[in-house]
């Protein structure tokens, strides 16, 4: 089974960036027909989504981010990015990649923590 390493979290100020990155366990050949989802978790909150690229690599975001975070793929590094920009104190969340599938995530990765706050 897939695993999935999070990385390039941070503390940054409001209106401020990051990327984060997601590694994949699989090979570069697996890796290029999954479609990927970037989620996130902010405290007391459940986990919800945030950005889908398939594995052609079509888009959709989640109406809080649109116009601020892209999602992009290396699939030549098995790895999928999460560029975001003008962060708000309410991107404040652990953000976790995983595969698309029909039924949810049975494991997670570590997830990577983002903070906004001045």
């Known amino acids: 089974q897939a695993q999935f390493v999070e990385s390039g979290g941070g503390v940054v100020q409001p209106g401020g960036s990051l990327r984060l990155s997601c590694v994949a366990s699989v090979t570069k050949i697996i890796f290029s027909t999954y479609g990927m989802r970037w989620y996130r978790q902010a405290p007391g909150k459940p986990r919800e989504m945030v950005a889908d690229?398939?594995?052609?690599?079509?888009?959709k975001y989640a109406d809080s981010v649109k116009g601020r975070f892209t999602v992009s793929r290396n699939n030549a590094q098995g790895t999928v990015y999460l560029q975001m920009k003008n962060l708000e104190p309410e991107d404040t969340a652990v953000y976790y990649c995983n595969r698309i599938t029909t039924t949810p995530p049975s494991t997670w990765g570590q997830g990577t923590l983002v903070t906004v706050s001045s």
């Open positions: 690229i398939g594995y052609r690599g079509s888009r």
